[in-house]
């Protein structure tokens, strides 16, 4: 218990570290959120009217320790924790979110089970059979795979599979709940795009632990007290190796689902990567805040899972 | 009072080929324009779409979502067109898709009676059974209610026009508080009873039936105003109302069945739905529409065909009947900052030298930007062609050192490298300075800011001179910090009067004035070097038909839509 509340007060620290320093980058460089929203015809005295309305006037310090106060307890009509409204189209940050959430979700959930299943299943192979074709064709796919960025892996896909011989619909994201069909058939290329370019990692990450693992004394009397080679491999040397490849995945599962931009760019998806970058581009403060701290929470709780289930996977840490 | 606003010259007016011309072939487009007097203009039903046959779904790509649909906030060129379907005004224009405008009543029975003649107190009689999609009747007093909304600073974002000609103040907000009663008319609005909405102004606004054509002229239901949050679901007047939102991603326009074609001379209702599918970029909404597999076939690109695929497309035979491509009013100049060049020579030297056609073809060519020489677009009514400085060798004794700034982007590099290179061909010193994109505008929008040269660009809200020429060059609009919309801060007295004198005559006795002034101007005192007007060039779905350019904002016009099964 102990552990896991110092594991919470360190992720809270780091996310308030998070927000002062997005903080202090917007403001490094001078900029103005109001100029946008005074449209037209603006003059300096709307302007500054503008920015007395939305609280842009205040001193750097006031206008953060105001998204605190929010934060922890609320505002008026925006119950806790309150991130406020995008200064782009005045919509509550916690919708702007909430409809961007879903999507990343179900882009990056399905692709990481494909990345995992896949990548993992190739490098047990390979290490299983160290030094044969099926180890040299992996390794040579996985070098293939990481060298590869993944907007030229779905410009590649888009080109052949959707628009030129139309053999899947294009991409686009309908809700699970709507249409289930309609929801896989859209996202499959990201989900394809997204795991050609991650699984290699852990496929070579599976190849050498696993690999080492199955040199190591404790297999080898295993093999010799006359298991199968599957149940060696499988009881063994794979879950030896589970530590390293989960927290790989949580890591990798964590920062992606802060947001996916390459993948929801190529494939046109707005989800939180293109909401950031929309809020970036739009000088939108409080968007840019929320989806850099719904990612930091992602990133952190993805770790502190993966450290929790590290004494389940690897009995030699209990 | 019959009267024509004015009736140029329109020897090519399609600008918007069904097929056949190449963009180089695109005619410019003069649009001839009409405030209708007749109220029989103003009624429904609108004049059948050839070839149109009801249902279907029509689809609109577009990359970025559309931020806003509450009506009083929307300044985008997407909400502009899109409100048309779902938020009808106090006026709106009848475009024939070539040119020909003819501003009619929407919700009022005609574009508005200028009571004393003096363009001052302005009448809108609303038109029997117009209703929201409640099945309310809209009645003057729900119009009355979405212009005082448009005073609350919170709900900023759209134009202000209304607002500051009533108040006579850029400082509306300060003349009435909206928030401190909601139910208070702001000043000069009257409402003597639910059919009659009466605008008095304390000074003459003779362009009131143009700007009444806005969005912001749009009804709302007091009980259903939420403030912020109506922006979700505004109550809809037109053909169709918005079914609903998935996020960022897709919103859906439904039928409705309050609507009445009898009362609506502009608008039909074709389609069973409109999607506006958000997410994709240019070249990949480029690229489906080309394929036109399921639904893409009845499909339109809002953001146009990017210059990658240009040459594709406009290259194949089979797509040019598809393709939708037309002049716009978006203009860009060079902007010339008067208070650091002073000298007339050196500014008439610079439009003299400035090479706009590498300029055009360094940004893409013919398809997507067109030369221009005078401070109006063409397509502002009485619009005349004129060149005050044919290019020619100059003189650039005098002009010492420019700095010539641009914003930090592809485009702005791309056009100021072309600029920079011409210039300095004519023997100009030019140095160039690039400014982060994200503060390029508030930066140059600074009156003392330290720059000689900068690209600005404007596209004005209605098509006449008086949305140009006093926006951009009234000098009495610079204050300290900043100036008018325009960014050359010309202050020169003499115009003063000019915009003062054109903007009471009667509005069909302008756009000749705003023609001469335009020209006036530039030979008197060269404030910008005009570069170009930019150019709609979109893709369609083989299905959809009846879309086009629109006269006034130089975007995609819906109100015609039909799909083919």
Known sequence: MRRLLSRVAVGLLTLAAVSVLTFLLFFAVPRDPAAAMCAKSCDSARLERIRAEWGLSDPVPVQYLSFVGRLVTGADGCPAPCLGRSYAGGEPVSDVLAHALPITVSVVVPAAVLWMTCGVLLGTLAAARPGSLTDRLVGALSLAGLALPLYLVG???????????????????????????????????????????????YTRLARAQVGDVLSADFVRTAAAKGLTGRAVVGRHALRASAGPLATLGALDVGAALGGTVITETTFGLNGLGRTVIAAVRADDLPVMLGAVLLGAVFVIGANTIVDGLQAVIDPRLR | MAFALVLAACAACTDNPRGGASPEEDPVRQPTGVIATDPAASRGPAPETAGAVPGGTVTVFRQTALARLDPQRIYSFMGLSISQLYARRLTTFADDGSGKLTLVGDLAETPGTDVNGDCRTWEFRIKENVRFETGAPVTARDIAYGIARSFDLTLAGGPTYLQEWLSGTPQYDKAFDFEKDKAALPPGVEVPDDRTLRLRFPKAQCDLPFAAALPATAPVPAAADTGLDYDRAPVATGPYKIEGRTGDTELRLVRNPQWDPATDATRHQYPDRFTLAFGADPVAQTNRIMAAQGPDASAVSFDGVPPSLLSRVTGDP??????????????????????????????????????????????????????????????????????????????????????????DDAEGQLAATSLATGLRAAGFTITTKAVPADNYLPEIQKADNPWDLYLDSWAPDWPSGAAVLPALYDGRSINAEGGNNGTSYLDARPLDAEFDRIQALPIDEQSPQWAALDEKIMREYAPVVPLYTELTCTIRGPSVGGLFVDSVFGSLAFVNAFVTP
């Open chain 1, 155 to 201: 410009a590649v896909l888009l080109l052949i599979l959707v628009y030129g011989t139309g053999t899947l619909p294009p991409p686009g994201w309908t809700p699970l709940t709507d249409d289930p069909g309609r929801w896989a058939g859209g996202l499959l290329l990201p989900w394809v795009a997204l795991a050609t370019t991650l699984a290699p990692g």
């Open chain 2, 318 to 407: 089979a797509l040019d009947p598809r393709m939708l491509r037309s002049q716009t009013p978006r203009l860009t100049m060079l902007s010339i900052n008067t208070r650091r060049v002073t000298d007339l020579s050196v500014r008439a030297a610079l439009n003299r030298a400035v090479d706009r056609e590498s300029l055009v073809k360094a940004l893409g060519g013919a398809a997507v930007a067109r030369p221009l020489t005078t401070l109006l677009p063409p397509s502002t009514i009485g619009w005349h062609a004129y060149d005050a400085y044919p290019k020619s060798a100059v003189d650039v004794a005098g002009a010492g050192e420019l700095v010539l700034a641009h914003a």
